[in-house]
């Protein structure tokens, strides 16, 4: 069966595009811990103050819901502590923290039935848009979110001041977007500069280490040989006089090999040179 298979440049495109997905993945992932123990200390909080402060039939609900949130919470840092960067969990990790913060928020404004605590979605709509760092799951939390508020909200059959928090929830939705691309274009550039440079970097020592091999390979006589007219001896540093291929053996890592040129065949072994060279004796 054939294949559509792309070109290099194609290719390397890909390679680089998964390797900065991959890249923002665990930037995501090194979050996670630091956010869900934050975010499991300040619901901690949040349980004992919606105890003692929401009205009488809100505080046990909101007060046990807050409770375990932070419990999944904790959970969630010890469990990301232990594992090694995990790609296919980070977003569901990602997205149970959020479902949780954005759980407890609209349940404090269903239960109160009080507007005003559209504040704690929008929070959670700007903290999104820092903490994810994948369009696809961001876009899908937002719509979560501005569904969910809009559906409780008119549940409570247009209260006052709708109209002023409905445009501050869209607002929120669309600086968070804004912010989100602009995030996401800066980190992805940046780790496609950083990429770049460690393969120049792995290509610059890798060509250093060519280099260097080459360069020990090669021993270079430099300076004046004292060379004899008639028998052709080198005198060395000691003042003895070698003959040439004893010297540059021993001052270089060139290996000698003996041979014979044709006139000295001619002259020392003229029946072998006239076996080899039979079109010189025509």
């Given amino acids: 069966m054939a294949q559509c298979t792309g070109n290099k440049d194609d290719n390397a495109t890909d390679d680089t595009n998964s390797a900065v997905g991959r890249a923002l993945d665990q930037m995501v992932w090194n979050s996670i811990r630091p956010v869900s123990l934050t975010l499991g200390i300040l619901y901690s909080v949040f349980a004992v103050g919606h105890y003692f402060l929401l009205p009488p039939h809100v505080r046990v609900p909101m007060a046990l819901v807050a409770g375990g949130t932070s419990v999944l919470l904790f959970f969630i840092a010890v469990f990301a502590q ?8 980070t977003y569901p990790m990602a997205f149970a923290i959020f479902s949780m913060a954005i759980t407890n928020s609209l349940l404090h404004l269903y239960l109160t039935e009080d507007i005003l605590q559209t504040s704690n979605v929008v929070l959670v709509i700007f903290g999104t848009s820092f903490f994810i760092l994948s369009r696809t799951w961001f876009f899908s939390m937002l ?36 912010f989100h691309v602009v995030r996401m274009g800066s980190l992805t550039e940046n780790e496609r500069l950083r990429l770049l440079s460690d393969s120049q970097r792995v290509d610059n020592e890798r060509i250093i280490r060519d280099l260097s091999r080459a360069l020990s390979e090669i021993d270079t006589l430099k300076g004046i040989l004292p060379l004899c007219s008639f028998c052709k001896k080198i005198r060395d540093e000691k003042g003895s006089w070698e003959h040439v291929d004893v010297y540059l053996q021993e001052h270089s890592e060139v290996d000698i090999s003996h041979s014979m040129c044709p006139g000295c065949m001619k002259k020392n072994y003229p029946e072998e040179y006239a076996s080899i060279y039979p079109e010189e004796n025509e």
């Fill in 143 to 178: 719509s979560i979110s501005i569904l969910s508020w809009a559906l409780i909200v008119l549940n409570l059959g247009h209260p006052a001041h709708f109209t002023h928090f409905f445009y501050t929830v869209i607002s929120a939705a669309v600086v968070s977007m804004v």
């Fill in 82 to 89: 232990r594992l090694s960067f995990c790609e296919r969990l």
